[in-house]
């Protein structure tokens, strides 16, 4: 089994000489092919910087950001934009869908983008709204929507293209508790079902509850790490809210 990620001494510095903000310190840290991360920290820990310099939006200061093997850190215009379309799928907060477009359109952009072919397209959609409960939505468009099916849209949008890694960030912040619950059992069925390997930042220690492994992020350094490993999810919640305790209990989002 190979890295879907693997960050080296990453770094992050805004500022200049007389007003210098380290937002990242050394981060190291590998995800498996398959796996299921949780970033989670304090509000200005790093995370939301963290899943910025991974996603490409932004750019690291030093070190190496690699995906799949390809070191993001030194690709630049269309193949940094092939990388962003191709191997990297992306789930929002705010869902991100475009108002003009129906579901089935909003998940079939990125394939359209790419040229695949029209019924390659529809068996791909189709496909991914099957495995997460939205098929009855494909023709409405996202006003016609209830948050969670918005966000299961958006999800589906980004596993579409059987990307590398798919980056969560707050998925579930915008959505109630039981849209919430169905959204993290469809990451859960993806995860384990397909293989997908996800890394969902939240600030919620309910949503990490479902992942597989959490990594704990303070001042821009990594602080601690803790795995599911034969728990079920009461128990990997009572670990997670012991070293929630340690941060500081302010797990609020970035």
């Given at each position: 089994?190979?890295?879907?990620?693997?960050l080296?001494n990453?770094e992050?510095?805004?500022?200049n000489?007389?007003?210098?903000?380290?937002?990242?310190?050394?981060?190291?840290?590998?995800?498996?092919?398959?796996?299921?991360?949780?970033?989670?920290?304090?509000?200005?820990?790093g995370?939301?910087t963290?899943?910025n310099?991974?996603?490409t939006?932004?750019?690291?200061?030093a070190?190496?950001?690699m995906?799949?093997?390809?070191?993001?850190?030194?690709?630049?215009?269309?193949?940094?934009?092939?990388?962003?379309?191709?191997r990297?799928?992306?789930?929002?907060?705010?869902?991100?869908?475009?108002?003009?477009?129906?579901?089935?359109?909003?998940?079939?952009?990125?394939?359209?983008?790419s040229?695949?072919?029209?019924?390659?397209?529809?068996?791909?959609?189709?496909?991914?709204?099957?495995?997460?409960?939205?098929?009855t939505?494909?023709?409405?468009?996202?006003?016609?929507?209830?948050?969670?099916?918005?966000?299961?849209?958006a999800?589906?949008?980004?596993?579409?293209?059987?990307?590398?890694?798919?980056?969560?960030?707050?998925?579930?912040?915008?959505?109630?508790?039981?849209?919430?619950?169905v959204?993290?059992?469809?990451?859960?069925?993806l995860?384990v079902?397909?293989g997908?390997?996800?890394?969902?930042?939240?600030?919620?220690?309910?949503?990490?509850?479902?992942?597989?492994?959490?990594?704990?992020?303070?001042?821009g350094?990594?602080f601690?790490?803790?795995?599911?490993?034969?728990?079920?999810?009461?128990?990997?919640?009572?670990?997670i809210?012991?070293?929630?305790?340690?941060?500081?209990?302010?797990?609020?989002?970035q």
């Open positions: 089994m190979g890295n879907a990620l693997a080296r990453v992050k510095i805004y500022g000489r007389s007003n210098i903000t380290t937002a990242l310190d050394d981060v190291s840290f590998e995800v498996a092919d398959g796996d299921f991360v949780g970033i989670m920290g304090p509000s200005g820990s995370k939301t963290l899943l310099c991974i996603s939006i932004d750019r690291v200061t070190g190496h950001v995906v799949g093997g390809d070191d993001v850190t030194r690709l630049r215009g269309d193949a940094l934009a092939r990388l962003r379309r191709e990297l799928g992306f789930i929002f907060q705010d869902f991100n869908l475009l108002d003009t477009l129906t579901g089935y359109e909003n998940i079939a952009l990125a394939l359209t983008i040229r695949v072919g029209h019924v390659e397209i529809e068996r791909r959609v189709e496909q991914a709204a099957r495995r997460l409960g939205i098929s939505v494909l023709r409405k468009y996202p006003h016609q929507m209830s948050g969670g099916e918005q966000q299961r849209v999800s589906a949008r980004a596993i579409v293209t059987d990307p590398t890694l798919v980056l969560a960030d707050e998925p579930t912040g915008a959505l109630d508790s039981r849209s919430a619950r959204l993290l059992e469809s990451f859960e069925r995860n079902e397909l997908a390997t996800i890394l969902m930042v939240t600030h919620d220690p309910s949503a990490a509850s479902y992942c597989r492994r959490i990594l704990f992020i303070k001042d350094r990594l601690s790490e803790i795995a599911r490993d034969g728990d079920d999810r009461k128990g990997f919640f009572g670990r809210m012991e070293v929630v305790t340690l941060l500081g209990g302010d797990t609020d989002a």
